[in-house]
């Protein structure tokens, strides 16, 4: 098992991005542990128009086929529209790729967000990975 502090002041699969905290990113972090079946991405702070380019960075660096990626979100504050279409366009992408997508900890605020747009039942929500 393998966990890489991936955003948050230091390294994004081994390469800086943009200085570590730069674009105010101070108090927003991405954790990943791999495992030979599963890829766990655990998400700290808001996740809005500012945070979804290095996220989504980060899980495009990401090798998912034949794999379960569990997208640990009990720790993000807010949830913004940005939020939504990262979710929407990665589950795209686990259809096309052939990976599954498992969203933890969905917080409230984000499964009202996907009550509203109706699209709650296009994700495999699961209880959280740790506590809140």
């Not at 990113?25 to 954790?31: C, G, S, T, Y």
């Not at 380019?53 to 794999?67: A, I």
């Not at 929407?88 to 009202?112: H, K």
């Amino acid at each position: 098992m393998t966990a890489l502090p991936v955003l948050n002041g230091s390294t994004v699969m081994g390469s800086h991005v943009n200085g570590g905290c730069a674009m105010g990113l101070k108090d927003f972090a991405v954790d990943v542990t791999e495992q030979p079946q599963h890829v766990f991405v655990s998400v700290n702070g808001d996740v809005d128009y500012e945070t979804c380019s290095p996220l989504t960075r980060v899980l495009h660096r990401l090798v998912l086929p034949g794999r379960t990626l569990v997208l640990e979100l009990s720790h993000v504050s807010f949830m913004g529209t940005s939020a939504l279409q990262l979710l929407l366009a990665l589950r795209a992408r686990a259809i096309d790729e052939e990976w599954t997508l498992e969203l933890a900890g969905m917080p409230d605020q984000g499964l009202n967000v996907l009550e509203l747009t109706a699209t709650r039942s296009l994700f495999t929500l699961r209880p959280a990975l740790t506590p809140a």
